[in-house]
T-cell receptor, first 109, second 113 residues
Framework: QKEVEQNSGPLSVPEGAIASLNCTYSDRGSQSFFWYRQYSGKSPELIMFIYSNGDKEDGRFTAQLNKASQYVSLLIRDSQPSDSATYLCAVNGDNDMRFGAGTRLTVKP | DAGITQSPRYKITETGRQVTLMCHQTWSHSYMFWYRQDLGHGLRLIYYSAAADITDKGEVPDGYVVSRSKTENFPLTLESATRSQTSVYFC????????????FGPGTRLTVT
C-alpha cells in the first residue's frame, strides 16, 4: 500500500505567522508532488506542484521537497484568515495520484 | 470557459437503485478521474481514464461502473447503490498522466438511504 501521511491537525497559527504543513510518502519512485487547498464544502484547488528536490516559491507559498527523506512540506508566509482550510498533499503513483487525509489549518485574526 | 462540471450537485437515492453521476470537461484533457471523499479516508480513486474508450480501476472500484465514449464526458454509475456509497464524489481531469496536476470539479454529494 503506497501511503501519503499528513498530520490531521488542527494546526492553529496567528495571522501574519508562518504556517508549516508536512507530508511523508512511502513510494520512493514517486516523481510529482502536489499541494491542494480545500475549503469546507468545496472541491480541492491546486496550490503548487514540485518535481525536484529543494524549494519552490510562489508568492506567499513555498513547497519543499526532500526525496531522500521522502518528505514534502508547504510553508505559508504571512498567513491570513482566508488561508484557513484543509491542505491536501498528493503524490503520483504509477497511474494515479495518492492523497493524504489533509491537515486542517486555522489562521486566527 | 466552464472547465469541469458535475451533475447533479446533490442526490438522494434509495438502497438498490441505480444512479449515474455526470462529469463534463471543456479542456479536452486526456485523463479523467473519479474520486470519493469520506471523513477519515481522504480522497480515494475509484476509476480513471487515459483517453476515450480506455478506463482502469483505481483503489476502490467495487460497485461502480464507468464509461468514456467521448473525451469530454466521464460518467460514473452506481449499479445498485448501498449505504456505504454515501459520500462526496469528485471528478478531476489532467492534460496528461498522473505525473501532472489534476483539476477538480465542484463535486456531487450523494446520500443513499
Amino acid at each position: 500500500q503506497k501511503e501519503v501521511e499528513q498530520n490531521s491537525g488542527p494546526l492553529s497559527v496567528p495571522e501574519g505567522a508562518i504556517a508549516s504543513l508536512n507530508c511523508t510518502y512511502s513510494d520512493r519512485g514517486s516523481q510529482s508532488f502536489f499541494w491542494y487547498r480545500q475549503y469546507s464544502g468545496k472541491s480541492p484547488e491546486l496550490i503548487m506542484f514540485i518535481y525536484s528536490n529543494g524549494d519552490k516559491e510562489d508568492g506567499r507559498f513555498t513547497a519543499q521537497l526532500n526525496k531522500a527523506s521522502q518528505y514534502v512540506s508547504l510553508l505559508i508566509r504571512d498567513s491570513q484568515p482566508s488561508d484557513s482550510a484543509t491542505y491536501l498533499c498528493a503524490v503520483n503513483g504509477d497511474n494515479d495520484m495518492r492523497f493524504g487525509a489533509g491537515t486542517r489549518l486555522t489562521v486566527k485574526p | 470557459d466552464a472547465g469541469i462540471t458535475q451533475s447533479p450537485r446533490y442526490k438522494i437515492t434509495e438502497t438498490g437503485r441505480q444512479v449515474t453521476l455526470m462529469c463534463h470537461q471543456t479542456w479536452s484533457h486526456s485523463y479523467m478521474f473519479w474520486y470519493r471523499q469520506d471523513l477519515g479516508h481522504g480522497l480515494r480513486l475509484i476509476y480513471y481514464s487515459a483517453a476515450a474508450d480506455i478506463t482502469d480501476k483505481g483503489e476502490v472500484p467495487d460497485g461502480y461502473v464507468v464509461s468514456r465514449s467521448k473525451t469530454e464526458n466521464f460518467p460514473l454509475t452506481l449499479e445498485s447503490a448501498t449505504r456505504s456509497q454515501t459520500s462526496v464524489y469528485f471528478c478531476a481531469s489532467s492534460e496528461r498522466s498522473a505525473l501532472y496536476e489534476q483539476y477538480f470539479g465542484p463535486g456531487t454529494r450523494l446520500t443513499v438511504t
